[in-house]
């Protein structure tokens, strides 16, 4: 499907953009901080202190200045984007404030994902509206946390197999490489591969072209983890 009006769109864009960080930014961006968030700017902070991908935090704070090796155990991407929006800031706040940016890239992305599935511009506006003021995406925009750049790397893997629902190895190549960047900011998007992968069986049935399909889609994950997994060795 190719977008007809793309005045429309890009209007209704911006409102989308727009609407998202106003009612993020209006309540204040306050320091939100949980366990998982100080784990993730800790690991950020020293990467970019030269201490290298440590872990100098726990959560009961026994064994200060003790640094342990983060990786494999915790995906490294979120940890370095955080660590590296700390950096320029110099500020929690401004760690949650990209959080918000990616939370507002992200319903642009919802927003062409409903567009490419119902096909009707007014559909997609009002629901990408409710779905970016629903309360998980909320919460999950004002703490330090990695699943909005997760939903990132997905939503963009989504809108390559809506845009042309007709697979093809390049496409699934491409997705696998997406998943696997999301599979190194939160490991149990690990899911999303294995639905796909599910879903083309379902679709082909067990033949040639689902199994090839199927290995186009691990090859292009394997592309990003197994650089990653001889790192860590």
Not at 30 to 49: E, T
Not at 78 to 103: D, E, H, Q, R, W
Request: glycine fraction near 4%.
């Amino acid at each position: 499907m190719k977008i007809k009006d793309r005045k429309i769109f890009f209007r209704s864009s911006f409102i989308i953009f727009a609407v998202t960080i106003i009612a993020r930014v209006m309540p204040g961006l306050c320091n939100f901080m949980s366990p998982d968030a100080c784990i993730y700017l800790n690991i950020g902070k020293n990467i970019f202190s030269g201490n290298g991908f440590t872990s100098s935090y726990n959560i009961y704070q026994h064994w200060k200045g003790i640094y342990s090796y983060s990786f494999p155990i915790l995906p490294p991407i979120y940890p370095i984007l955080s660590g590296l929006s700390y950096a320029i800031f110099k500020s929690i706040t401004g760690v949650i404030f990209i959080n918000a940016l990616i939370c507002a890239i992200n319903s642009i992305l919802i927003y062409l994902i409903i567009m490419y599935i119902y096909k009707k511009e007014t559909i997609a506006f009002w629901a990408t509206l409710i779905i970016t003021l629903c309360s998980s995406m909320f919460v999950t925009s004002f703490y330090a946390w990695s699943e909005q750049l997760h939903l990132l790397f997905l939503f963009t893997a989504l809108i390559l197999f809506f845009k042309n629902p007709v697979l093809d190895n390049n496409k699934l190549f491409k997705m696998g490489i997406l998943f696997g960047l999301s599979f190194l900011i939160k490991l149990s998007s690990l899911v999303n591969i294995l639905v796909l992968i599910t879903f083309i069986f379902l679709m082909h049935k067990v033949n040639k072209k689902a199994f090839i399909y199927s290995i186009m889609l691990i090859l292009g994950f394997c592309l990003i983890l197994v650089p990653y997994e001889i790192f860590c060795m």
